[in-house]
């Protein structure tokens, strides 16, 4: 049996009527570029030079580790590239088919509470997933969104469908959520996801769970669902 949950923050402190960009790249993004473009957007919106962004993106298979990532959880090492990050968190992977979206936002004026930030990014996948008519949940102790596959009566069979890593600076946040959509989940045993080794726990993504869901037809659902919590959306100008 699951443990309760902590009661869920005030998410309304979250939203801001002024619009941030949205921005979607085509093909893939090396780790390397996108953490040099995410640190120089994140400064610049500390300085007032330039607006929140939420940046959708795809990158080629590797693996990142957190600042809580544990050497013995690297199974793999010379399978993919690998990546020391800033973020929270521990090893997770990362590939064609895992929709990544980094959000750069300006928390200062987003209620100043890194707690009620992840509770929001949760909330996020879990509209965003519910719009496939699939239940993500939360679980004590554990970051990201889950799927309950246990059968009844059966034993404990629980997939993570969304990966979160979040570093703040100076109040902007930066990296953010990934959304597996259709990657190739063997490729995640280079790994131990998220350093969560338990019975029953694996991931997953839509396609696996049956459902045919395209990339565009999850961005679609990930903007609409941004809105409602986070607020107005507008496009990033074409570079």
């Not at 085509?26 to 607006?51: C, F, H």
């Not at 998220?194 to 019975?199: L, R, V």
Request: aromatic content about 8%; proline content about 9%.
């Amino acid at each position: 049996m699951n443990a309760p949950l902590s009661p869920l923050p005030d998410l309304a402190r979250l939203y801001s009527a002024e619009p941030a960009e949205w921005a979607v790249s085509p093909g893939l993004t090396s780790y390397e570029d996108a953490v040099t473009a995410m640190e120089a957007r994140a400064a610049a919106i500390r300085q007032g030079d330039a607006p929140e962004l939420v940046w959708l993106l795809e990158h080629p298979p590797l693996y990142t580790g957190g600042t809580g990532a544990k050497p013995h959880d690297l199974h793999a090492p010379e399978r993919f590239p690998v990546f020391k990050t800033s973020r929270g968190g521990q090893y997770t992977y990362h590939g064609p088919g895992q929709r990544v979206a980094y959000l750069m936002l300006d928390l200062d004026r987003r209620g100043r509470d890194i707690r009620c930030f992840v509770a929001g990014l949760e909330e996020w996948v879990i509209e965003t997933l519910a719009a496939f008519s699939v239940k993500g949940e939360r679980r004590p102790g554990r970051v990201g969104v889950w799927v309950d596959r246990t059968e009844p009566g059966g034993a404990l069979k629980e997939d993570k469908i969304a990966a979160i890593g979040v570093r703040i600076r100076r109040w902007v946040s930066f990296h953010g959520i990934a959304l597996n959509v259709e990657p190739d989940l063997s490729h995640f045993a280079g790994i131990t996801p998220c350093g969560i080794d338990e019975p029953g726990l694996g991931v997953t993504s839509l396609v696996d769970l049956g459902l045919p869901v395209t990339m565009d037809d999850a961005d679609a659902a990930l903007k609409t669902t941004f809105e409602r919590i986070f607020g107005p959306l507008v496009p990033a100008p074409a570079e």
